[in-house]
């Protein structure tokens, strides 16, 4: 079934211009260890432009893995130094997005069920947009 957890994640993203958007969400999830992997299971809200998608990560010492299913599909790849393509599905349409992956931490805070992580990274849309984005999550 899971353990109940509160997850807090910060996005912020900067294009070429220095231009920058902030997103912050706080949400209830379920959180799950498997296999040497921490699954983290939440649904997306009005907030993030995602509602009726429900995101998982998977983390594992090296590498964090975010997907996303549901009105937005996608799968983004973090490991340190690796670029990652995929396509990124939505409402109104499908892109092609890649990331490569500057930097990640992950700290267990007492236990599985406390983590900070950080993920820095920078990221291009089909051209449509190129910038550096870096991810906060907490999970307690």
């Known amino acids: 079934m899971g353990e109940n957890v509160l997850i807090k994640i910060n996005t912020v993203q900067m294009d070429f211009k220095g231009n920058k958007d902030n997103i912050e969400l706080?949400?209830?999830?379920?959180?799950?260890?498997k296999n040497n992997a921490t699954y983290v299971v939440y649904e997306e809200s009005e907030i993030s432009g995602m509602k009726g998608?429900?995101?998982r990560?998977?983390?594992?010492?090296?590498?964090i893995v975010i997907k996303k299913i549901g009105r937005n599909n996608s799968e983004l790849v973090f490991e340190l130094g690796k670029?990652?393509?995929?396509?990124y599905r939505t409402p109104h349409g499908s892109f092609d997005?890649?990331?490569?992956?500057?930097?990640?931490e992950i700290n267990t805070i007492n236990s599985h069920k406390n983590l900070d992580i950080t993920i820095?990274?920078?990221?291009?849309?089909s051209g449509l947009?190129?910038?550096?984005?870096?991810?906060?999550?907490?999970?307690?």
Not at 57 to 63: G, P, V
Not at 129 to 140: A, C, D
């Open 26 to 33: 706080i949400t209830e999830g379920k959180l799950y260890v």
């Open 53 to 55: 998608t429900t995101s």
């Open 57 to 63: 990560l998977k983390i594992t010492e090296d590498c």
């Open 83 to 87: 670029r990652f393509k995929t396509l």
């Open 97 to 104: 997005m890649e990331i490569v992956t500057k930097k990640i």
């Open 120 to 125: 820095e990274y920078d990221l291009n849309i």
């Open 129 to 140: 947009f190129e910038g550096k984005n870096s991810i906060n999550i907490k999970i307690n």
